[in-house]
C-alpha cells in the first residue's frame, strides 16, 4: 500500500490514500489526561466520495483499533482497513508529539520593536486580551465599538480609542443572537459613534475547541485578523473553578493558537473573599490572558440614560500598566453614544479594592501622600484620608518626613 499524502489542518489531519480512492479525514486531536489521543474520524470512500458518518477514536487503544478494522472490514471488504488503519494511527500518535519546527531567536541589537496595537492598549497585536467585569456594564457594547473603529481604521474617534491598524473583523458570539447583535451595532452607527462597517458574524452552540473546523472555516473565508469572542466560559465550555475548568481554559488557549489572530474577548466578573476582583472561572483564565482590562461601572448617579464606566488596566504580560479610560455612555432606543471622559480612579474602585491597590503601590517603597494622589487620580486631601483610614486598620503606618508605608511585621 502506497503512504497517504497527510496534509495538516485547523485541529486534525487529512490523509488522502490517491490509489484507494480513500480520505481519512482526523479532527479533534486532543491528548488526554487518561492517557487517550482522541480525535474524530471521518472517511470519504471510493470515486462517489460517499461519507462515512464521523466516528470518535481512541489512537493509543490497540482494542479499539482491532474492533473498528473488524466493523470496517465487514462494511467495506474493499479496503485493507488492518494498514490503513495502522497507518493512520502511527502518523497521528507521531504527528500529535512533533510538535512546531525549532527556530533561532536572533535579539535586536537596536530599534526593539513591541508587537504593536489594534487599539492601544486595549488591543494587542497577537495575543488573548480580556475585558471583564460585571453584568450590565456594556462589555459587548464596548467590544462591538472597537471592532467597529478597527474594521474602519478610525483614528480619530470622540471614544478616545484610537484604531493604529485597520484589520478584518470578526464575531463569535456564545452569549446573544444574529438580531440583538444587530440592534446594539446600529445603534452605535446611528449615534454615531462608530462608522458603518459589516461584521462578519457567527452564532455558536459548541466550546471553541469542538467546533474548530466550522470557526476555522469561518476565520478563512472572511480573512480575520480581530475575533472578538463573547464570552469566555462559554467559548472554553466551562466556568468552574475545577480541574474540568481548568482543562477547559488549556484547550481554549491552545485552539486560539492554531488560529494565529488576535483575539478580544469578553469575561465574567468573579470577587472574591478578599474582595479583589478577577475573571469568572478557572485561575488560568487569567494566566494565559495576556492583557487584560476590567470595566467598572461609576459609583456616580447618573441619569436613567447614561452610564459612566471606566477602563482599568490590570495584567499585562508586554507592557506596563496604563492609567484608566473613562467613557460616558447616552442612549436612546434607536441610539448609543460613546465619548471619552476622565476617569477619576476613585469614582470607580470600591473601598476593598482600593486598600488592596494601595498596599500594592506602597510595596514599591515608601510614598508621600502627593504621590498616592496622582497614582489614584484623587486630590491631595482625598490621598491624605484614604491614608489615614487604612492606618486606623494597621494597613500602613505613618513614617515620618511625609512618607508613608506599610509596616514592619517581626517574626518570632
Known amino acids: 500500500m502506497k503512504p497517504p499524502e497527510v496534509t495538516t489542518g485547523i485541529s486534525g489531519y487529512s490523509f488522502n490514500f490517491i490509489e484507494d480512492n ?58 485493507k482497513w488492518l494498514e490503513i488503519i495502522d497507518e493512520v494511527t502511527r502518523q497521528v500518535q ?72 485597520q484589520a478584518k473583523v470578526g464575531l463569535l458570539d456564545w452569549e446573544n443572537n444574529r438580531a440583538l447583535t444587530d440592534y446594539t451595532t446600529s445603534r452605535l452607527v446611528e449615534g454615531m459613534t462608530i462608522p458603518y462597517f459589516e461584521l462578519p458574524y457567527m452564532r455558536c452552540v459548541h466550546p471553541l475547541t469542538d467546533d474548530m473546523e466550522h470557526i476555522g472555516n469561518f476565520i478563512d473565508s472572511n480573512k480575520i485578523e480581530v475575533m472578538g469572542i463573547d464570552s469566555l466560559g462559554k467559548a472554553a465550555g466551562s466556568d468552574k473553578f475545577d480541574s474540568a475548568g481548568k482543562g477547559a481554559a488549556l484547550h481554549l488557549f491552545e485552539s486560539l493558537d492554531q488560529f494565529n489572530l488576535t483575539s478580544v474577548i469578553i469575561g465574567q466578573n468573579a470577587k472574591n473573599e478578599d474582595g479583589k476582583k478577577s475573571i469568572y472561572g478557572s485561575t488560568y483564565y487569567t494566566y494565559y490572558s495576556r492583557n487584560i482590562f476590567r470595566i467598572q461601572a461609576s459609583k456616580e448617579q447618573l441619569g436613567e440614560d447614561e452610564m459612566l464606566i471606566a477602563l482599568i488596566h490590570e495584567e499585562s504580560n508586554f507592557s506596563k500598566k496604563y492609567r484608566p479610560m473613562g467613557f460616558r455612555l447616552s442612549y436612546t432606543d434607536t441610539t448609543i453614544k460613546i465619548v471619552s471622559e476622565v476617569a477619576n480612579l476613585s469614582e470607580f474602585i470600591d473601598k476593598v479594592n482600593m486598600n488592596r491597590d494601595l498596599l500594592d503601590f506602597l510595596k514599591t517603597g515608601a510614598k508621600t501622600a502627593k504621590a498616592v494622589g496622582i497614582e489614584f487620580d484623587i486630590s491631595d486631601g482625598k490621598a491624605r484620608r484614604l491614608l489615614k483610614q487604612a492606618e486606623r486598620k494597621n494597613l500602613v503606618k505613618e513614617l515620618g518626613s511625609g512618607l508613608w508605608g506599610l509596616p514592619i511585621v517581626f517574626y518570632s
Do not use: C
Not at 519546527?101 to 520593536?113: A, F, L, N
Open 22 to 79: 480513500l480520505l481519512v479525514n482526523v479532527s479533534k486531536v486532543r491528548n488526554h489526561n487518561d492517557g487517550r489521543l482522541a480525535g474524530d474520524i471521518k472517511l470519504i470512500l471510493g470515486k462517489s466520495k460517499q461519507e462515512e458518518p464521523a466516528f470518535t477514536f481512541n489512537f493509543n487503544s490497540s482494542t479499539t483499533r482491532k474492533q473498528l478494522v473488524k466493523s470496517l472490514d465487514e462494511k467495506y471488504p474493499d479496503w
Open 94 to 165: 507521531n504527528l500529535s508529539q512533533a510538535g512546531e519546527e525549532w527556530s533561532i531567536i536572533q535579539p535586536t541589537i537596536s530599534g526593539v520593536k513591541h508587537p504593536g496595537y489594534y487599539i492601544e492598549p486595549v488591543i494587542m497585536k497577537g495575543v488573548p486580551n480580556v475585558i471583564y467585569g460585571d453584568k450590565g456594564v456594556n462589555k459587548t457594547t464596548l467590544l462591538l465599538t472597537m471592532l467597529g473603529l478597527i474594521s474602519n481604521g478610525v483614528d480619530d474617534s470622540e471614544t478616545g480609542l484610537i484604531a493604529s491598524t
